[in-house]
């Protein structure tokens, strides 16, 4: 039922901008109401767990020139978890992983991107990437940086 229900209202799905925008890039895949799980062990000011898991659903979109992941809770909403373009430069707060169960994204020390935070998060956006998709995309794994508010946004805590 509750698959049902967010299909209907729209959570999960890309939003008209950004599937424009993706569409116009040459579109290699592009998955919407995916089921995300994400785990956060640790603290950020306005949240303290243990081992947290949570499913989430959100869109996933691979083109020839990024990767976009979304994040969904309301209609016609959507928040970026990674936009991250194939030739941009390396980070090193977060590490993104394609490989055939989907797309992982962890941050394995959240204290990185702010020093007020420890603990550490990760993302799995469950849909299944062919092993012939795999191939044609020029990175399966890469690394970026986020500002304080990703954590925040991802944990579901207003930004501070």
Same mark, same amino acid.
């Given at each position: 039922m509750a698959v049902? !229900?967010?299909?209907m209202?729209?959570?999960?799905? !890309?939003? +008209? +901008?950004?599937?424009?925008? $993706? @569409?116009? @890039? &040459?579109? !290699?895949?592009?998955? @919407?109401? $995916?089921? $995300?799980?994400?785990?956060?062990? &640790?603290?950020? %000011?306005?949240k303290v767990a243990k081992s947290n898991?949570?499913?989430?659903?959100g869109a996933l979109a691979l083109t020839s020139e990024r990767v976009l992941g979304t994040l969904s809770t309301v209609?016609?909403?959507? &928040?970026?978890?990674? +936009?991250?373009?194939?030739?941009?430069?390396?980070?090193?707060?977060?590490?993104?992983? !394609?490989? @055939?169960?989907g797309l992982t994204l962890h941050v394995p020390d959240i204290s990185v991107v702010d %020093?007020?935070?420890?603990g550490s998060l990760k993302l799995h956006y469950k849909?299944?990437?062919?092993a012939d998709l795999l191939m044609r995309i020029?990175?399966?794994?890469f690394t970026f940086d986020v500002p304080a508010k990703f954590v925040y946004s991802v944990c579901g805590v207003p930004a501070h």
């Amino acid at each position: 039922m509750a698959v049902f !229900l967010r299909k209907m209202l729209g959570i999960g799905k !890309l939003p +008209d +901008d950004m599937r424009a925008q $993706v @569409e116009s @890039e &040459g579109v !290699l895949h592009l998955a @919407e109401f $995916v089921p $995300v799980t994400y785990r956060f062990s &640790g603290n950020i %000011p306005g949240k303290v767990a243990k081992s947290n898991i949570s499913s989430y659903v959100g869109a996933l979109a691979l083109t020839s020139e990024r990767v976009l992941g979304t994040l969904s809770t309301v209609p016609n909403k959507a &928040g970026r978890t990674v +936009d991250h373009r194939w030739d941009a430069p390396p980070g090193t707060m977060v590490h993104g992983t !394609l490989d @055939e169960s989907g797309l992982t994204l962890h941050v394995p020390d959240i204290s990185v991107v702010d %020093p007020g935070f420890s603990g550490s998060l990760k993302l799995h956006y469950k849909e299944p990437l062919p092993a012939d998709l795999l191939m044609r995309i020029p990175q399966r794994t890469f690394t970026f940086d986020v500002p304080a508010k990703f954590v925040y946004s991802v944990c579901g805590v207003p930004a501070h």
